[in-house]
């Protein structure tokens, strides 16, 4: 697990190698050369979580999350948002709740298992 600011502002930090990984509030803020991320297990992902990642580009979603606070991917690059399910799954209707800038209009893939 990777608990609150575990990698604040770790601006060399470009990659976490793990089959699944689970994070809090402001986690990754900060990380500028974070480029992507093994598969996130939260239920939710919490406030600044990847706050100003300018680098980040593909965000890896079990089909599970229920909870996306506002500010997840504020000031981020996220360009791919890979849900690890279907497009009714639990994580669907949580990103289609948002409104698209608060996940930096990236696009949605659901990749079935």
Do not use: H, M, W
Request: hydrophobic share 35%; net charge negative.
């Amino acid at each position: 697990d990777v608990y609150a600011e575990s990698f604040r502002e770790c601006t060399n930090l470009e990659s976490i190698r793990a089959k699944t990984i689970t994070i809090v509030t402001d986690a990754f803020l900060g990380c500028t050369n974070l480029t992507t991320l093994p598969v996130i297990a939260n239920n939710t992902l919490y406030a600044n979580s990847f706050k100003d990642c300018t680098s980040l580009q593909e965000v890896i979603l079990n089909a599970n999350v229920s909870t996306i606070d506002s500010t997840a991917f504020s000031g981020s690059a996220v360009q791919t948002i890979y849900v690890n399910g279907n497009s009714s799954c639990t994580t669907a209707q949580t990103l289609q709740a948002l409104n698209p800038s608060q996940y930096n209009n990236a696009n949605i893939v659901y990749t079935e298992n």
